[in-house]
């Protein structure tokens, strides 16, 4: 991922362009456009004519010129693609009030009943690539460390408790009573006949 560039495809098909962040976006037709931030990175999205303006929370405003003009019923899609790799699309309604969020794995076939646009597999492919050649390019260190196991004693022995006594009196029959009375059990008698 490119955190410099913003990629504009265009949907009627035509050369993928990537435009450097700080210069001007401007669609001459309707286009997916891919921005290297995630949605928590946004402070705002505003409509100003037909253009959508994006302020980031580090103030930076990014101002895609013609975001909103539709041509032969297509209209753009905002994409923004966060530091995990992950694409979220910017799902909005007309008129256009803000944006709703989804991953695109999870809402792209849905939406397009089941035909993803020649379009979102570009996009797709751009981030492939830029994964591979920044994984590429990165130190690879491995570990030999199994990973965690999450439920490490979720099936410990839960009836420890379970083989005790459960004869309360503390002798060793399992009657409620103790057995024990004040007499030694002797006679005193001396039964010589």
Same mark, same amino acid.
């Given at each position: 991922?490119?955190?410099?560039?913003?990629?504009?495809?265009?949907?009627?098909?035509?050369?993928?362009?990537?435009?450097?962040?700080?210069?001007?976006?401007?669609?001459?037709?309707?286009?997916?456009?891919?921005?290297?931030?995630?949605?928590?990175?946004?402070?705002?999205?505003?409509r100003s004519g037909m253009d959508l303006i994006i302020t980031?929370?580090?103030?930076?405003?990014?101002?895609?010129?013609?975001?909103?003009?539709?041509?032969?019923?297509?209209?753009?899609?905002?994409?923004?693609?966060?530091?995990?790799?992950?694409?979220?699309?910017?799902?909005?309604?007309?008129?256009?009030?803000?944006?709703?969020?989804?991953?695109?794995?999870?809402?792209?076939?849905?939406?397009?009943?089941?035909?993803?646009?020649?379009?979102?597999?570009?996009?797709?492919?751009i981030g492939v690539g830029a994964a591979l050649i920044a994984?590429?390019?990165?130190?690879?260190?491995?570990?030999?460390?199994?990973?965690?196991?999450?439920?490490?004693?979720? =099936?410990? #022995?839960? @009836?420890? $408790?379970? !083989? &005790? %006594?459960?004869d309360a009196d503390d002798d060793d029959d399992t009657d409620? =009573?103790? #057995?024990? @009375?004040? $007499?030694? !059990? &002797? %006679?005193?008698?001396?039964?010589?006949?």
């Open positions: 991922m490119n955190n410099a560039l913003i990629v504009v495809t265009p949907k009627a098909g035509g050369d993928v362009v990537e435009v450097p962040r700080g210069s001007a976006v401007n669609l001459q037709a309707p286009s997916a456009v891919k921005i290297s931030v995630g949605p928590e990175e946004v402070a705002a999205f505003d980031l929370n580090s103030g930076e405003q990014i101002v895609i010129t013609g975001f909103f003009n539709v041509s032969e019923g297509e209209r753009s899609e905002l994409l923004l693609e966060d530091s995990d790799g992950v694409i979220w699309w910017g799902q909005y309604e007309s008129p256009w009030s803000g944006f709703a969020f989804a991953e695109i794995q999870e809402a792209g076939e849905a939406a397009w009943g089941g035909v993803v646009p020649p379009w979102v597999v570009a996009l797709a492919m994984s590429s390019s990165s130190s690879s260190s491995s570990s030999s460390s199994p990973p965690p196991d999450s439920d490490a004693d979720a =099936d410990s #022995d839960a @009836d420890a $408790d379970a !083989d &005790t %006594d459960a409620d =009573d103790d #057995d024990t @009375d004040d $007499d030694d !059990d &002797t %006679d005193d008698d001396d039964d010589t006949d």
